[in-house]
């Protein structure tokens, strides 16, 4: 069975929003290839209309190892507004998220990524889907934004690793544990 593993970009006060104004100033040799190691260990990409929206509008006219990978990778798509899917690879799944998230995650293979802690990410944790979230804090107060959490939100978490980046980048390392 595979694993589906969430990695999401963090302010120290608690922002995930649109990281890519802030994020990219820490994201050093260190934390590419980290990222190319995460993408290639996984067959597929989870997403939410919205990340879509946003990568699909950055990431085809890119090019480099991540680049390629993160293009030709297989993306699916959890929406009910989509009607098309134009980036290469990209499939739309319209039915119940928990159910279609655990049907790829029983096939066959490697692990699932999902970005972000948006709405998906929120519905494969409730569910207890997801497996792993790898959360890149940043050395940095943005001030406003969306948050990881919402509130009313609640999971338990056990720390599994942490790592620094040289950059000072804090990765924290997280299972899920059942309520």
């Known amino acids: 069975m ?5 990695a999401t970009l963090l302010s120290l006060d608690g922002v995930m929003g649109e990281p890519h104004v802030w994020a ?3 994201f050093d040799d260190e934390s590419r290839n980290a990222a190319l190691e995460q993408l290639l260990a996984s067959d597929a990409m989870l997403m939410g209309r919205r990340t879509y929206e946003v990568f699909s ?3 085809p006219g890119e090019d480099g190892d991540y680049a390629d990978r993160l293009n030709d990778m297989p ?4 929406s009910s507004t989509l009607n ?3 980036w290469s690879n990209a499939t739309i799944l319209r039915g119940d998220v928990a159910t279609e998230a655990r049907s790829l995650k029983e096939q066959p293979g490697r692990d699932l990524i999902v970005y972000g802690h948006g709405r998906l990410a929120r519905t494969l944790l409730r569910h207890q889907l997801l497996d792993e979230l790898r959360i890149f804090v ?7 934004g969306a ?3 919402q509130e009313g939100e609640h999971a338990r978490l056990t720390l599994t690793a942490t790592h620094a980046t040289p950059a000072g980048v804090a ?3 997280y299972e899920p544990t059942a309520p």
């Open 75 to 78: 993306k699916y798509v959890f």
């Open 24 to 26: 990219s100033d820490y």
């Open 84 to 86: 098309y899917a134009e």
């Open 138 to 144: 940043h050395p940095l107060v943005v001030g406003h």
């Open 57 to 59: 509008k950055i990431w």
């Open 171 to 173: 990765v924290l390392i």
């Open 2 to 6: 595979r694993r589906i593993i969430e």
């Open 147 to 149: 948050l990881l959490f």
